[in-house]
């Protein structure tokens, strides 16, 4: 198969080509020729006013609910979702059930998902069925194609649970990723605490059951000598933490959600439970220091914590609502709109080159002779969304909504997916 991009803006600070426009063209899923022009006929010719190619993009935490909870996702619709979102590559959290736990499991996820267009690398769990209680084998998942560790939704407690984990993966250098919530603190809290969850009647959650889950875990990691990473930051408070032990010369990195940078708690007032999310939304003091740490290299990578809900389990009261949002198909938009002034080469930093050196994978190249592992984008292409989405869930705030920045699509070496949205 040959793919020929034509007048791409190429966005990749590792390539020769790094801000030219140039013809690029792709054949048996490697990067033939890059050129000013190239005449060559291709069984494929894309060419658009304001396309751009980055190395592929990287997802750190979405939920593919395959297997067990295929009536929210599959392995299928999820890659489709992601491919449609610009991802080549997706870590998916081991809330199964069973739980991805021990290597067969994670076996399951790497022969099944194999000739989708998507790469999907399961995350295994830390502790067995991400109870939180007793260690999983991370080693035998780490030779069967477990990326990192991770009980996803259901943070690790246990200050010594963490400890062992850390200690545990630190001989092939595994990275533990943690959603830090001390759950003991509110835990029925249906929103942020604040004025608006007074204001609303609704029990709040502090954003202190993030900030000492984050003190506590970076002790952790002091002791340990390990790698971890936190995902979902959500508060204003947990930054300095980070941004410290980073100045201490510790292997600790984080990422946030493109909802935490685009709502806070005041976007609640009409209960949308679409926007109940866990971490919940915080303050709009909160959003504003996110988006700086965005600004200020604080924040090292983007995670959409794409987690698909079903019609009942989002079309109730409050209360009762199951948290999450799909964000895989809209987080670039989203990530555009919260902070317009960033540069596309920041975001591809955020979206491809950090979270593949956190995590070890193969990084993408926009050279000749390297794999074609592209994104292809428009920053200024506006489009609506809702008409064509790709994830069988469909709780998204975002539906219905003008956005700019469309996918055009991405190459995973053989595989082409392409959108079809209007602009």
């Known amino acids: 198969m040959k793919v020929l991009l034509q007048q791409a803006a190429i966005i990749d600070p590792a390539s020769p080509f790094h801000q030219s426009k140039k013809d690029i063209l792709i054949h048996n899923g490697t990067i033939q020729v890059i050129n000013d022009r190239i005449e060559e006929p291709a069984d494929t010719v894309i060419r658009e006013d304001g396309l751009c190619v980055s190395p592929g993009w990287i997802d750190s935490f979405a939920d593919f609910g395959d297997p067990g909870y295929e009536h929210k996702e599959t392995l299928q619709t999820g890659a489709q979702a992601a491919a449609a979102g610009g991802f080549v590559s997706v870590m998916i959290i081991p809330n199964t059930k069973p739980a991805i736990d021990n290597r067969i499991q994670v076996e399951y996820i790497v022969q099944r998902s194999a000739q989708l267009p998507v790469n999907v690398l399961p995350l295994g769990a830390i502790t067995k069925g991400a109870e939180g209680k007793e260690l999983a084998e991370m080693y035998d998942m780490q030779g069967s194609g477990a990326v990192a560790f991770t009980d996803g939704t259901h943070p690790v407690q246990s200050a010594g649970i963490l400890l062992k984990a850390l200690q545990y993966v630190k001989p092939f250098h595994g990275v533990i990723i943690q959603l830090p919530d001390d759950k003991s603190l509110v835990p029925h809290g249906l929103m942020h ?35 971890l990473h ?31 940078l685009f709502f806070c708690d005041e976007d609640l007032q009409d209960y949308d439970t679409h926007l109940k999310v866990n971490p919940p939304l915080r303050s709009r003091e909160d959003m504003m220091a996110l988006r700086q740490a965005v600004v200020d290299g604080v924040i090292d990578c983007i995670a959409t914590h794409h987690l698909p809900q079903d019609y009942d389990s989002k079309i109730i009261e409050f209360e009762y609502a199951r948290p999450g949002m799909t964000g895989l198909e809209t987080c670039y938009p989203v990530l555009k709109a919260a902070l317009p002034g960033l540069s596309e080469e920041r975001w591809v930093e955020l979206l491809s080159t950090n979270p593949a050196a956190i995590f070890g994978i193969k990084p993408g190249r926009i050279a000749t002779g390297e794999p074609a592992q592209l994104t292809l984008f428009n920053p200024t292409a506006d489009f609506l969304y809702g008409g064509n ?24 070496g053989n595989k082409l997916f392409l959108n079809n949205q209007p602009d």
Do not use: W
């Not at 609303?200 to 502090?206: A, Y």
């Not at 995902?231 to 909802?259: D, F, H, N, W």
């Open 193 to 227: 605490e604040g004025i608006v969850s007074t204001q609303l009647g609704l029990p709040g959650k502090p954003a202190l059951s993030e900030e000492l889950l984050v003190a506590r875990d970076i002790r952790l990691l002091e002791y340990t000598g390990s790698r």
């Open 389 to 412: 989405i790709r994830s069988k869930s469909a709780n998204s705030p975002f539906i219905g909504r003008a956005m700019k920045g469309r996918i055009a699509g991405i190459v995973n």
């Open 230 to 260: 936190f995902t979902a930051i959500s508060s204003a408070l947990s930054l300095p933490y980070i941004r410290e032990a980073k100045q201490a010369g510790l292997q600790v990195s984080c990422s946030v959600t493109p909802y935490h």
